[in-house]
Every structure is written in structure tokens, then in C-alpha cells.
């Protein structure tokens, strides 16, 4: 005859299940402490990395600001072969030296625009597009002026309609960017020099609308007035 068995409680059970557990953890530790031991290395070599690399970028991206707070005085005062160029003599790093050791960071990136720029007005487009194209920051301003330094280049260059498409794509990057209307108007009357007056209307009657306090909507009543 059988002994009549014990009934287990809950509670037991439980215990039971957290001693199972406990001894199966202790087992996979052992049998795999140097995998994890080299998991745990990996980690804090990654770790360690991205240490690293941020430092480097911050240290990178305050260089960059320090060499743009020298040379923009050459960039506002016009001088912009000198701002592209640097001055050794005065230990001022050029806009171009700026991008190549720092271009990567968020000074860096702010430098190919003004390197850009300096360009444009030297009229050597073809380097100032290239410049403007390599812009790859984060910010919406900066990326929608690369983008309208493009379309200037462009324009410049008697390519009204590939001019028109890019201010127009300036413009959608942000509504919120206080040159999204300047760069719609310079769009439409691109598209209006080449004859496509029904996509100038549309644009015109579009800053008329959505940005009626712009000092720009004084500008397309005039325009308006050319594609009726």
C-alpha cells in the first residue's frame, strides 16, 4: 500500500522553483564565466569607445568654434578669398582648413556654409555648390540655406527652372524658418522667367496667404500682378 502523499503548499512550491533557478544560474555561470567574462570586456571596450569618440567630437566642435570666431571677422568684413585662405601669419585658420579637420562636427558643418558662401560671392559656383551639397548637419536652417545656396548658384548660372526647384525645396524644410517666403518668392519668379506662371500664381498666392505678415507679401502683389 501506498503512504498517502503530502500535499505541497504554494509556498513551497515557489521555494522550490526560486532553489531550481538559483542552482541553474550558478551551473550557466560556471560553465560559461568566460564568455561572459569576455561579454562583459566587450561591453566596456564599447563603452569606452563612445567615451572617446564624444570627447573627441566636443573637443573638435570647440576647436571649430574657436577657428570660426577668428576667421569670421574676415568673412563679414568681406575679405572672402582671406576667410577661405586664412591668415598664417596671424595664426587664423581658412574656412577650407576649418571643414577639413573639422568638418564632421556641428562648427564644422556651420563652416561649410559660410566656406560655401565665400565661394559664391567669389562667383566660383561650381565650388560653392559642391560645398553647399556637403552640408550634413542637423540643422533645419542651415540645411534649407545649403539647399537656397544651390538654387543661387543656379540662378547665377541662367538655370532658372533647376534654381526654382531648389528654393522650393528650401522652402518646405521648415514652415517655420523666417526665410521659408523669401525662398518661395525667389522660386516663383524663377518659374515665372522661364513662363511657367501657373506655379509662380500658386507660390505667390501661397505667401499671400500663409505669411501675410512677411515683408515679402508687398513683393508678390507686384509679381502677382505680372502672371495674371
Do not use: W
Not at 41 to 68: C, P, Q, T
Not at 89 to 105: C, D, F, H, P, T
Not at 160 to 176: G, R
Amino acid at each position: 500500500m501506498l503512504a498517502k502523499q503530502k500535499k505541497i503548499s504554494r509556498k513551497e512550491i515557489k521555494q522550490d522553483t526560486m532553489v531550481t533557478i538559483y542552482y541553474k544560474f550558478v551551473s550557466f555561470f560556471t560553465e560559461n564565466k568566460k564568455v561572459l567574462s569576455i561579454s562583459a570586456g566587450v561591453v566596456a571596450a564599447v563603452v569606452i569607445g563612445f567615451l572617446i569618440y564624444n570627447n573627441a567630437r566636443n573637443s573638435a566642435n570647440e576647436a571649430a568654434n574657436y577657428a570660426l570666431s577668428k576667421v569670421m571677422k574676415m568673412y563679414n568684413a568681406g575679405a572672402y578669398q582671406q576667410a577661405i585662405k586664412g591668415d598664417p601669419a596671424s595664426k587664423i585658420i581658412g574656412l577650407e582648413q576649418i571643414v577639413k579637420e573639422y568638418g564632421s562636427s556641428d562648427n564644422g558643418e556651420q563652416a561649410k556654409i559660410f566656406l560655401a558662401n565665400s565661394y559664391y560671392f567669389l562667383k566660383k559656383y561650381d565650388l560653392a555648390m559642391k560645398s553647399y551639397d556637403d552640408y550634413s548637419g542637423g540643422s533645419d536652417f542651415l540645411k534649407a540655406a545649403a539647399l537656397a545656396g544651390q538654387a543661387a548658384c543656379y540662378e547665377a548660372q541662367n538655370n532658372a527652372e533647376k534654381a526654382a526647384d531648389l528654393y522650393m525645396k528650401a522652402a518646405k524644410v521648415s514652415s517655420e524658418n523666417v526665410l521659408t517666403p523669401e525662398y518661395m518668392l525667389y522660386a516663383g519668379i524663377n518659374y515665372m522667367n522661364i513662363g511657367k506662371n501657373d506655379e509662380a500664381r500658386e507660390i505667390f498666392l501661397s505667401i499671400k496667404k500663409d505669411y501675410s505678415k512677411s515683408a515679402y507679401t508687398r513683393e508678390v502683389e507686384r509679381y502677382l500682378s505680372l502672371v495674371e
